[in-house]
């Protein structure tokens, strides 16, 4: 049996890795367009519940990713200069381009075949394959090459974005919410390596456009960030990689999951949203649930599809319902500025549906015996 992975993201490395150890006989091969040692972004977050999640499938490469990776259960809040910290969930950051250093270590291992510096644009190069499977991201040309199949719907967020570096060491991740006259700004802040911390600007087109930042380029649009969050940066400096604004597009395939010999998965299936901080764990997710689909039909790979999307898309769907309420807590904050820094950190956590009261309320007791009390 012959395999290609068209894209060698997280998810398209974890199958592969996956697929080979349990039929090391498969040839496997991954094509990425990019360099190996290229990425776009910075650092990635992932909740202990999704490693633990991803865990039994191949421990010791799950332990090498959360391995060296910083780990903090708290999460700072920060509004107009005021600054609040809770205990929410365990997050271990890393950078991306160390994640798929590893699971391309890991793949190589495996005996995975790699072909770097190429991209996949016609269905004719998917042919001589017995299984192909679509791993290419958001913007995936699999998917477009069957899209009468698959059924894309695709929409875009309405804030906009931009993914910078820095050397501020945001040891807790931050949330950091400026009002200002054009609108409402928001800095994502997380360090994932000894050195370097991701800041993620989020704007809404109120802000993104009162402040024109429509006119602006990449430079010039990194020092006016760097400008507005000067004091959360400590007048430190943005770095930028490809950190051009944009809009997050969302993908959800309302179509049949897979056509003939080909089928999806990750963000060329479905996407979830940057402030949900889960779409690698979902692609990875997906490259277990495929991997299962076919051992446990003893590689019969048209009964493998139909399972895989049976056991996967309900569970799928309900996390990009999650995501769909993360978006809308966020382009709301527009309508709703927020003034009140503990009834916002409490509607943040509240805001996906995911986290009970309770539980929250145990974990920090006086935040909110604080936020409870009447105030005189
Ligand atoms: C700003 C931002 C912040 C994020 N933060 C987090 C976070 O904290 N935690 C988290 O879990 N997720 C986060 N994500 C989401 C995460 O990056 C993606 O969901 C995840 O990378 C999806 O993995 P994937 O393997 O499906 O696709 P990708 O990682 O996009 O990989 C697809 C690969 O396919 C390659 N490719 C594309 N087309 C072709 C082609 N035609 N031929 C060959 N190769 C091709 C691409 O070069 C790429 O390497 C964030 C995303 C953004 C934009």
Not at 123 to 138: F, I, M, R
Not at 187 to 193: L, M, R
Not at 282 to 304: E, G, I, N
């Amino acid at each position: 049996m012959k395999v290609l992975v068209v894209g060698g993201g997280p998810g398209g490395l974890f199958f592969g890795i996956l697929l080979k150890r349990a039929r090391p006989d498969i040839a496997v091969h991954v094509v990425e367009q990019n360099p190996a040692d290229a990425t776009y972004g910075w650092g990635i977050g992932l909740t202990d519940s999704a490693l633990d999640a991803l865990r039994p499938s191949a421990p010791e490469v799950v332990s090498d990713l959360s391995d060296g990776a910083d780990v903090t259960d708290e999460m700072e809040f920060t509004l107009d200069g005021k600054s609040l910290r809770v205990h929410a969930s365990t997050f271990y950051r890393v950078a991306r381009i160390v994640l798929l250093e590893k699971l391309q270590q890991w793949g190589r291992a495996a005996g995975v075949t790699f072909a770097h510096n190429e991209r996949v644009e016609t269905s004719d190069e998917l042919a001589g394959w017995d299984l192909v499977v679509g791993a290419d991201g958001v913007n995936s040309r699999v998917r477009e090459m069957f899209s009468e199949v698959f059924k894309p719907d695709i929409s875009y967020g309405n804030n906009w974005f931009a993914w910078y570096g820095t050397a501020q060491l945001f040891g807790t991740p931050s949330l950091i919410f400026l009002n200002r006259p054009e609108g409402v700004f928001v800095g994502h802040a997380s360090q994932y390596s000894p050195d370097r911390s991701n800041f993620l600007v989020e704007l809404s087109p109120e802000a993104y456009y009162g402040a024109r930042f429509d006119t602006l380029g990449e430079e010039a649009s990194r020092l006016r960030c760097e400008e507005i969050f000067a004091e959360s940066l400590h007048g430190g400096r943005l770095y930028t990689n490809k950190s051009l604004w944009f809009q997050p597009k969302f993908v959800r395939c309302a179509g049949s999951w897979s056509h003939d010999n080909v089928t999806l998965l990750g963000d060329a299936l479905h996407t979830v949203h940057p402030s949900l901080g889960s779409g690698t764990r979902f692609a990875m997710r997906d490259a277990v649930y495929l991997v299962d689909a076919l051992v446990s039909a003893s590689w019969d790979v048209p009964a493998a599809f139909r399972s895989y999307e049976e056991s996967r898309r309900d569970v799928a769907e309900a996390f990009q319902r999650a995501a769909v309420r993360s978006i809308g807590w966020y382009e709301r904050l527009q309508d709703r500025p927020p003034r009140d820094l503990a009834k916002m950190t409490l509607e943040y956590v509240m805001r996906t549906g995911r986290v009970r009261y309770e539980e929250f309320r145990r974990r920090n007791p006086e935040m909110m015996s604080a936020y409870e009390t009447p105030q005189p």
